[in-house]
């Protein structure tokens, strides 16, 4: 997005490209409507791209995808609900679409009448009723879509119009399409391209277990959310919320995924879902990761994020599981839960489970909300999960601590506190060693309110 306006206008500028040589490490630097893409590698490699080409493809790409040029693919498909697309286009929509039914429309390409409408009231100083805007986000949200793989045809079923934006994927786009022009030159590892906060890395990954070296690609995103608001006006009279895909979260997000496109869109999920929904969407069998930033400098990253990316912290990490025991009495609530790990000078490390999310009922976890609860009221709202009955507790703790750097300390305490209302509370604390990796499982029998727990790396 830029310019403020949520549309990207196509200007073609003097376009032209620097090599900066004296090293087997050079830059190929191309401007374009005022942005510049950075292609870093080996020097031989780089005196083999074809320029013009990358000229064409970004521009060719900007082409398509602005819907207010009458001539392109989405212009087209808003105007008439049907189109047929080039494949890369229509792969983006596939995966625009996948993660709108994966995020229930956290994650949405459909919300272009939402952002006009928007626009007018922000930039132009236009009337904004809450009615209509709920009315043009619900269509977003009803709306039919058909998507023909053998045809590569977008079809909108329903009867009302819909307005399609990919505006936050544009860059995504243009870099998948640029990264795989340079694949098919044989791109070496060691490649990297830069544009804006996206980046595409070739790099090789150490043998691990007797497993061969093996070359991986790792496509991100990152968006900075602290320093401005990612929408302006987006907290405006509380009208639209997360559920619609309007991010108003101030947090800083880096998404890593399959490709640049998918990297974009899962950065922009960091800043419509909460920590604890993130975890949800953002796992080892999908591909997807990501690391957020809040604004008491608090980092959260998604299991196997730190190891996707180069950095993990093996050693120190471990996994842990904690049943609850069912009591069978009538109206039984789900116990409220806190997992937390400081060192031994009671000093947080890092925050691994909060269930529950009422004020109220957490301050029955009385350990917890003294020593931190009651100090961060927005680690509840982000973090925080409803309370699950006597579903057991399933954790990962990746080594890293709340300011994302790794763990010095060795000798960490685990704290675990659970309370039920009308029912019991119960704290534990389990000494934790991690000078070397453990050779068996540890297992705590606990009592009351708390049940099994197993920890092992």
């Known amino acids: ?42 020097a031989t490699f780089l005196r083999t791209v074809n320029v013009p080409q990358i000229e064409a493809l970004w521009r060719d790409t900007q082409a398509e995808l602005t819907g207010d040029k009458a001539e392109s693919a989405v212009a087209l498909l808003n105007e008439k609900g049907v189109a047929i697309l080039s494949p890369w286009l229509f792969q983006a929509l596939s995966l625009c679409e996948k993660w709108f ?30 009615r209509e805007a709920r009315r043009l986000a619900r269509q977003s949200r009803v709306a039919k879509v058909q998507l023909d793989k053998t045809t590569l045809t977008a079809n909108v ?18 870099l998948d399409r640029i990264y795989q022009y340079l694949s098919s030159l044989g791109a070496p590892t060691g490649l990297r391209l830069r544009l804006n906060g996206l980046t595409v890395n070739l790099q090789e990954r150490g043998a691990e277990n007797g497993k061969a070296e093996e070359r991986q690609i790792i496509f991100a995103a990152s968006l900075n959310g602290r320093a401005r608001k990612i929408m302006p006006g987006a907290a405006q009279f ?6 619609d895909g309007w991010p108003v979260s101030e ?67 471990f996994d842990m599981t904690m049943t609850l025991p069912e009591f069978n009495i009538p109206n039984y609530h789900g116990p409220y839960v806190a997992v937390w790990l400081t060192n031994n000078r009671l000093e947080i490390v890092k925050h691994l489970a909060i269930r529950g999310n009422s004020e109220r009922w957490l301050s029955e976890l009385r350990t917890w909300w003294r020593k931190v609860g009651r100090m961060n009221s927005d680690l ?40 039920r209302e009308e029912g019991g509370r119960d704290y534990i604390k389990v000494p934790l060693d991690l000078s070397a990796p453990w050779q068996d499982k540890i297992v705590i029998t606990g009592t009351g309110e708390i049940g099994t727990i197993a920890l092992w790396q």
Not at 18 to 35: K, L, R
Not at 108 to 113: E, F, K, L, P, Y
Not at 120 to 127: E, F, T, V, W
Not at 381 to 407: C, I, M, Q, V
Request: charged share 20%.
């Open 1 to 42: 997005m830029t310019g403020g306006k949520y549309t990207c206008l196509v200007i073609l500028l003097c376009l032209s490209f620097v090599v900066q040589a004296g090293s087997a490490e050079d830059s190929v630097s191309v401007p374009f409507n005022g942005q510049t893409l950075y292609i870093d590698g080996d």
């Open 101 to 130: 039914a994966r995020t229930e429309g956290k994650v949405s390409c459909r919300n272009g009448a939402l952002l006009s409408y928007w626009q007018q009231h922000i930039y132009d100083d236009g009337p904004m009723e809450r």
């Open 380 to 419: 509840i709202d982000g973090f925080a999960g409803a309370t699950r009955k006597n579903h057991s507790l399933t954790l990962h703790w990746d080594g890293y601590n709340e300011a994302g750097k790794p763990e010095p300390d060795t000798l960490l305490v685990l704290h675990i506190e659970v309370a």
């Open 238 to 243: 509380g009208v639209l919320d997360h559920s």
């Open 251 to 317: 947090r800083d997000v880096r998404g890593v995924a399959n490709s640049a496109t998918e990297a974009a869109m899962v950065a922009y999920l960091g800043a419509v879902a909460s920590t604890r929904e993130l975890a949800q969407f953002a796992d080892e069998k999908s591909q997807v990761y990501i690391q957020t930033i809040d604004r008491q400098e608090r980092v959260f990253a998604t299991p196997g994020y730190y190891s996707k990316v180069g950095m993990a912290n093996e050693t120190r990490s």
């Open 157 to 174: 079923l329903s009867g009302e119009q819909l307005i399609w934006n990919l505006t936050f994927l544009n860059d995504g786009i243009v």
